[in-house]
């Protein structure tokens, strides 16, 4: 049974950090693209940054040099740190696993980011 599991959401003031962690289990996680997608109210999923298996980075733009995405293979985990923090980055964060049409899905976590 595969098994995104993702933690480290919650509240903070616009400037602050959050780190987010996925742990996997239940795939090869070391041959999956892995990613965090997130999702604000009224607006559609979308990708905030991505880790390919051969550890190749992409950001959305809004992001870039704010947040860094990471794996440890030996962990199963991926990591998404987040810095200065702004209100618009108020979303549930989804961790995502992907191997050519596969996805799967974490259950997602809150992030709030106050003003």
């Known amino acids: 049974q595969v098994q995104l599991v993702e933690s480290g959401g919650g509240l903070v003031q616009a400037g602050g950090s959050l780190r987010l962690s996925c742990a996997a289990s239940?795939?090869?996680?070391?041959?999956?693209?892995m990613g965090w997608y997130r999702q604000a109210p009224g607006k559609q999923r979308e990708l905030v940054a991505s880790?390919?298996?051969?550890?190749?980075?992409k950001y959305e733009d809004s992001v870039k040099g704010r947040f860094t995405i990471s794996r440890d293979n030996a962990k199963n985990t991926v990591i998404l740190q987040m810095n200065s923090l702004k209100p618009e980055d108020t979303a549930v964060y989804y961790c995502?696993?992907?191997?050519?049409?596969?996805?799967?899905w974490g259950q997602g976590t809150q992030v709030t980011v106050s003003s």
């Open positions: 995502n696993a992907a191997l050519g049409y596969t996805n799967y």
């Open positions: 239940g795939i090869l996680f070391r041959v999956y693209a």
């Open positions: 880790i390919g298996s051969d550890g190749s980075t």
